[in-house]
C-alpha cells in the first residue's frame, strides 16, 4: 500500500523550500491555513461551542439560571461534558498537524517573522472546514458512519465494476477523484483494483494520510461527532454518543488479506491491488497527455458537481479512460458553485486578442477557471452521452442510501435520492 506525498505533487525551486508545494507562494499560504486550522481547533471549538454559551447562561436571571442548573437538566455540568469531547476530537486534530508539520519539514514554533511561519493566517471558512474533517472521520472511518453511508455506495460500485469489467479485479486501474478520507480508496484497492484518488482539498489530504498511513491500530482514537451541534436532539445522549476511528486499520487489513491470497491454493484470496493519492486540482492534473487513457474506469462519489465547468470534467474523464472504459457515478446535484459572482477581470472585454484570453484562462486553469452553470439530472445525462460516452443504465437511488454525515439520530435529516448512472467510452464525441 502506498500514498503520494503532498510534498511531491508540484515542482519549484525557490528556496528555503526546495521542490515542493511549499516553494509557491500561493500554495504556500493554502497550506499553511490549512495548518493553522488544525492548530485552532481546540480553542476555537471551546470558544465557540462552550464558553459562549455559559456567557449566554449567566446573562439570565438568577431563578432561570438555578432552574437549568438543577437536575435532571444540569446545564453547566452538560457544558463541562462538552468541553471534555472537544478535547478528544481535538486531539485527533492535532495528530493531523503534528503528522502534517513533519510531512512539510516546518518547526512547532516558527520565528514570527519568518517564511516558515504558519501560525495566526488562519481563516472563518478554513476552521470550518477543519470541523467538516474532523466530523467526517465518523462516515468514513467509524463503523456505524461505514455501514450506515459508505457500504451502500461501495457494494453497488463494486457490482457495477463486476458487471462491466468482468469479475477478475486484479491488473484493473480505478480513478477515483474527490477522494477524500480514502476510505472508498481503500475498499477499492482491497477488493483488488489499482486504485488512485485525487484530492484538491489539503484538509482532506492531511487528514486522509494520517489516518491511511500513521495510525497504529484499529479504534485508536475516541470521536464525538455531533457534539458541537446542539439542534434537534431528542436526548442529551445522542448528542454526546462517540465512536472509534478507525473501525479498520489499514496496514493491518492490506497485510491479512495477502496473507490470506498466499496461503491459499486455490487462489479463491487474491491480493490487494496497489494504492495512491495524488494532489491537485483534477482537471489539471488528469487532462494531460500523459493521462491520456490510463484507467479502465473512472469512480466519481459526491463528486461531479463540485464542477463549476462540468464539461471540463466531462473532457478529463474521457481523456483518462482507456477506449471502452466506465464511468460509475452516484451522487446528488449540489452545486457547489452556484452563488459563484463574476470577477470583472474574467470577462473578455472586446478589446482583448485570443493571446491575452489564453494568457488569462492558463492563469485560471482548472476548477479556477471562470464561468460556471447549473443542469438538471436529464441534462447532465444528454451532455455525457453527446461527449463520447454510451449511457448503459441510470436510476435514482432512494434516499436510504443518500445521507452524508447525517446525524441518525436527529430530529431533522437531510438526505439525498442519488443520482447512479454508468456510461461506457466510446470512439466517438460529437463535441
Not at 471558512?125 to 465518523?138: C, P, R
Request: hydrophobic share 35%.
Amino acid at each position: 500500500m502506498s500514498k503520494s506525498d503532498p510534498i511531491d505533487e508540484t515542482t519549484h525551486s525557490k528556496q528555503p523550500f526546495g521542490s515542493g508545494p511549499l516553494a509557491d507562494v500561493e500554495e504556500r499560504k493554502a497550506i499553511f491555513v490549512v495548518l493553522d486550522s488544525f492548530r485552532s481547533y481546540r480553542r476555537q471549538t471551546h470558544f465557540n461551542s462552550t464558553h459562549r454559551r455559559r456567557q449566554n447562561f449567566y446573562a439570565l436571571q438568577r431563578p432561570h439560571q438555578d432552574a437549568l442548573n438543577a437536575p435532571p437538566i444540569a446545564l453547566l455540568d452538560i457544558l463541562n461534558e462538552i468541553d471534555d469531547a472537544i478535547d478528544e476530537n481535538a486531539d485527533i486534530a492535532e495528530a493531523i498537524l503534528t503528522l502534517a508539520l513533519e510531512t512539510f519539514e516546518l518547526p512547532d514554533e516558527p520565528d514570527r517573522d519568518s517564511d516558515l511561519n504558519w501560525k495566526g493566517v488562519v481563516r472563518p471558512l478554513d476552521l470550518n472546514k477543519a470541523h467538516s474533517t474532523i466530523k467526517q472521520f465518523w462516515r468514513d472511518w467509524s463503523k456505524e458512519g461505514f455501514n450506515k453511508e459508505v457500504e451502500p455506495i461501495l457494494k453497488i460500485i463494486l457490482n457495477d465494476l463486476a458487471d462491466n469489467l468482468g469479475p477478475e479485479p486484479y491488473g484493473l486501474s480505478i480513478l477515483l477523484p474527490g477522494a477524500g478520507l480514502g476510505r472508498l480508496l481503500f475498499e477499492l484497492c482491497l477488493a483488488g483494483y489499482n486504485a488512485e484518488g485525487n484530492e484538491i482539498s489539503y484538509h482532506q489530504l492531511l487528514a486522509s494520510n494520517f489516518i491511511l498511513n500513521t495510525t497504529q491500530r484499529a479504534n485508536q482514537f475516541k470521536l464525538y461527532p455531533f457534539v458541537t451541534t446542539f439542534n434537534n436532539h431528542l436526548s442529551r445522549r445522542h448528542q454526546m454518543r462517540w465512536v472509534t476511528i478507525p473501525d479498520v486499520h489499514p496496514g493491518a487489513a492490506i497485510a491479512e488479506k495477502t496473507r490470506l491470497a498466499e496461503a491459499d491454493d486455490t487462489h479463491q484470496s487474491k491480493v490487494p491491488g496497489q494504492m495512491n493519492m495524488t494532489a491537485g486540482d483534477f482537471i489539471t492534473s488528469y487532462s494531460t497527455a500523459e493521462s491520456a487513457r490510463s484507467f479502465d474506469a473512472v469512480v466519481t462519489v459526491y463528486f461531479i458537481d463540485t464542477a463549476p465547468n462540468l464539461i471540463r470534467y466531462i473532457e478529463t474523464i474521457r481523456n483518462c479512460l482507456k477506449e471502452g472504459g466506465i464511468w460509475v457515478n452516484v451522487g446528488p446535484l449540489l452545486w457547489h458553485f452556484e452563488d459563484r459572482i463574476v470577477d470583472k477581470h474574467d470577462v473578455r472585454t472586446e478589446d482583448e486578442d485570443e493571446d491575452e484570453s489564453e494568457d488569462r484562462e492558463k492563469d485560471k486553469a482548472g476548477i479556477a477557471e471562470p464561468g460556471s452553470f447549473e443542469l438538471t439530472n436529464e441534462e447532465v445525462l444528454a451532455l455525457v452521452q453527446n461527449m463520447g460516452f454510451d449511457i448503459i443504465t441510470g436510476s435514482v437511488l432512494p434516499s436510504t442510501a443518500g445521507g452524508y454525515i447525517q446525524d441518525p439520530d436527529s430530529m431533522l435529516q437531510n438526505m439525498y435520492n442519488c443520482s447512479h448512472w454508468i456510461a461506457r467510452k466510446t470512439s466517438q464525441c460529437e463535441r
